[in-house]
């Protein structure tokens, strides 16, 4: 003889439950670069040194355009993840050179 178990977590579709997405959504604010207060982290990826400055409230558009005017004056290599920049290697002192340069500020 076999026995089957249900599970219930107590709750049914009728009970007023539905599948609507959640109407929060966080506001995202885009800045000029002189009001962006950005600052440096380090972190080590499979043994390498990797730089991360931000964050950044930039459109994916203009990030993507200053990321790519940062690697190839910096000779490296870097991605833009969730408002972070990363870059390879410890070069913090260069990027903050470059990003001023750009008009960016940074937390003292």
């Known amino acids: 003889m076999v026995k ?4 219930d ?17 966080k ?4 800045l000029e670069p002189s009001v962006h207060r ?6 080590k990826r499979r043994g390498k040194v990797v ?21 190839k004056s910096l000779a490296c ?8 920049m990363e870059f390879q290697g410890d070069i913090a002192p260069k990027v903050r050179v470059q990003l001023e340069k750009m008009g960016f500020g940074f937390k003292k």
């Open 4 to 7: 089957k178990l249900t599970f």
């Open 38 to 43: 950005l600052v440096f982290q380090k972190e």
């Open 27 to 30: 506001v995202f604010t885009l």
């Open 51 to 71: 730089t991360l400055v931000g964050p950044f409230s930039l459109s994916d558009e203009d990030a993507q355009k200053s990321l790519s005017i940062l690697k």
């Open 9 to 25: 977590l107590g709750a049914s579709w009728g009970d007023g439950w539905s599948m609507e997405e959640d109407k929060t959504s």
């Open 77 to 84: 290599g870097g991605a833009y993840k969730e408002g972070w």
